[in-house]
């Protein structure tokens, strides 16, 4: 990689970094290439709004340097490649997990979501929530709670009332 090339890496790495709200180390030494690319390829055609991307080091500490993502220096040792997730944070965080389990030889080393540090234990937490669109059904749901108890409370009142007033009618047509 000449000069050049290596600054316009460096350049295109930051601006991907500012845009990303996760960010993850992972070290793929063992792994085919074969592997990696249908999981990058994997991830371009989804919706996740992830890259996974075999770094050089050196490069991508200039290019986090002071930035949110600066803690991710500490995972930068060895072969690694790091996965940037922009949008949806927990689908990036599941394909990752998912691919992590299929190949065994992939190690996770740690990351960064939205300037906080990530373990890989996190990372696995984070890969079990429910994704956004369900969590936002869910707190719909808590939302509509009340109104559709006071409705049935509502309409329970007059159930009872119109089951008094037919026993009441019951008990006069009988005498």
Do not use: C, H, W
Not at 21 to 50: H, N
Request: hydrophobic content about 40%; cysteine-free.
């Amino acid at each position: 990689m000449d000069r050049t090339s290596k600054e316009e890496f460096v350049q295109t790495f930051s601006e991907k970094v500012s845009r990303a709200r996760l960010a993850f180390v992972a070290d793929y030494k063992g792994l085919d290439v074969k592997a990696l690319t249908e999981f990058r390829k994997g991830l371009s055609g989804g919706d996740t709004g992830t890259e996974f991307q075999v770094v050089k080091n050196r490069l991508v500490k200039r290019a986090i340097a002071d930035t949110d993502f600066e803690g991710l220096g500490e995972f930068l040792t060895g072969p690694n490649a790091v996965l940037l997730g922009f949008d949806a944070v927990v689908e990036s965080a599941k394909a990752l997990r998912d691919f992590a389990k299929d190949n065994e030889k992939l190690e996770l080393k740690g990351g960064v979501l939205d300037g906080k540090p990530l373990t890989p234990e996190q990372l696995e937490a984070l890969a079990e929530m429910p994704s956004k669109e369900v969590l936002q059904a869910m707190l719909l749901g808590v939302l509509q709670a009340p109104s559709r108890n006071l409705v049935s409370l509502l309409a329970n009142v007059n159930r009872q009332l119109l089951n008094v007033l037919v026993a009441y009618k019951d008990k006069k047509s009988e005498e």
